[in-house]
């Protein structure tokens, strides 16, 4: 068995697999030479690792743009040029990661560490504004962003806007203070997957630029709203569907285990918390489409922790404890696990304020 002593971090991840190209929840670990990865038994980690990745002359890609609906995906390629890729729950949660590897990465050269702290830490949006209603303001009839044909090399870009452009137009919004915050806004738009660069020069420096230097504040860099943007707002069942519960503010997001309520499996699942109209939602994190694959309103809910000393009534299978019980208004039972009993208090006190 591995000896995992001196962890600098673990929690799970999203991994693709080498030979199928599908998804997979993992528990990684992460030390200071490398990186290790377990497969879920139930609650629990298998006792040895499926896959090790070595960091020495690793690089890492942070944010990779190569999965148009998996935006918050990180790429590691080896010495030996093999690519992993990972994808965590949340913007914060990636960066973290990213952050984390690449000090284990460049243990030696404190000066690189440095500069990506600084990068992350250099523009904050504010809590009230999301990147989804920045998005909605472009779409705006009479004061969004205007889309028009745009050339370049000959080519036509019929509904696009300059780099430049959006920079102005999120100023003029007032959702930043200055050009510098302006970029860094739009370049997480790109990142997030809500604009996509077309054309030759905006594509090329999403490709070679650092995080600071992706999007391009100029009038010869073209950009569009990505199609899974598109799909999203043309996907009226889903709207019609979720449109008020999903609308609250995203209080607390993150991977739990959660029973199945038929076959009392244990699965990983993406667990995000929103507030006005208060609903916790659930999502598959293997799966490509961004919809919830279950959910519950929390008014009249009761949470609390359950004893670690023994199964409770109603639990089965491999569970590893830090268990926790949200009983719904119509009493529906939940069982979930946490990876740390530090996690599962944060958890039952952000629902608690919400019932």
Excluded at 9 to 24: M, Q
Excluded at 127 to 147: A, E, T, Y
Excluded at 215 to 236: G, H, N, Q, V
Excluded at 245 to 273: A, C, D, M, P
Aim: proline share 4%; aromatic share 10%; hydrophobic share 35%.
């Amino acid at each position: 068995m591995q000896d995992v002593s001196g962890i600098l971090k673990e929690g799970f991840l999203v991994k693709r697999g080498h030979i199928v190209h599908n998804w997979k929840a993992r528990w990684f670990v992460l030390l200071q030479d490398k990186l290790l990865y377990y497969k879920p038994d139930g609650g629990r980690k298998e006792p040895s690792p499926k896959g090790m990745i070595i960091l020495d002359g690793c690089t890492i890609t942070c944010p990779c743009l190569e999965y148009e609906n998996r935006p918050l995906v990180i790429k590691l390629k080896t010495k030996t040029n093999t690519e992993y890729f990972l994808e965590s729950c949340s913007r914060e949660e990636r960066d973290s990661w990213a952050l984390d590897i690449t000090g284990a990465i460049h243990a030696g050269h404190p000066v690189q560490v440095q500069q990506l702290h600084r990068m992350k830490n250099s523009f904050k949006l504010p809590s009230n504004i999301s990147l989804d209603h920045i998005v909605d303001k472009m779409h705006d009839n009479s004061n969004g962003i205007k889309l028009i044909p745009n050339m370049e090399q000959g080519n036509t870009y019929k509904e696009s806007f300059t780099g430049s452009a959006l920079v102005d137009w999120l100023i003029s919004s007032n959702f930043v203070a200055s050009r510098f915050e302006a970029v860094t806004l739009a370049s997480m738009l790109m990142e997030e997957n809500f604009t996509k660069p077309v054309g030759a020069r905006s594509t090329e420096a999403m490709r070679n630029g650092d995080l600071a230097e992706q999007f391009l504040d100029d009038s010869t860099a073209l950009y569009t709203f990505a199609e899974s943007y598109k799909r999203k707002l043309s996907s009226r069942e889903e709207l019609h569907l979720h449109i008020l519960e999903l609308s609250g503010t995203i209080v607390k997001q993150g991977y739990l285990v959660k029973q199945g309520h038929k076959r009392k499996n244990w699965k990983v699942r993406r667990f995000v918390l929103r507030a006005d109209p208060a609903f916790l939602h659930y999502y598959d994190p293997t799966k490509e489409e961004n919809r919830p694959v279950g959910g519950f309103s929390l008014r009249g809910c009761l949470v609390s922790a359950l004893e670690d000393n023994g199964v409770p009534t109603g639990v089965k299978g491999n569970v590893q404890g830090n268990l926790f019980k949200i009983i719904t208004k119509n009493d529906t039972h939940y069982y979930i696990q946490a990876s740390s009993k530090a996690e599962r208090a944060q958890w039952i006190e952000a629902i608690k304020r919400l019932t």
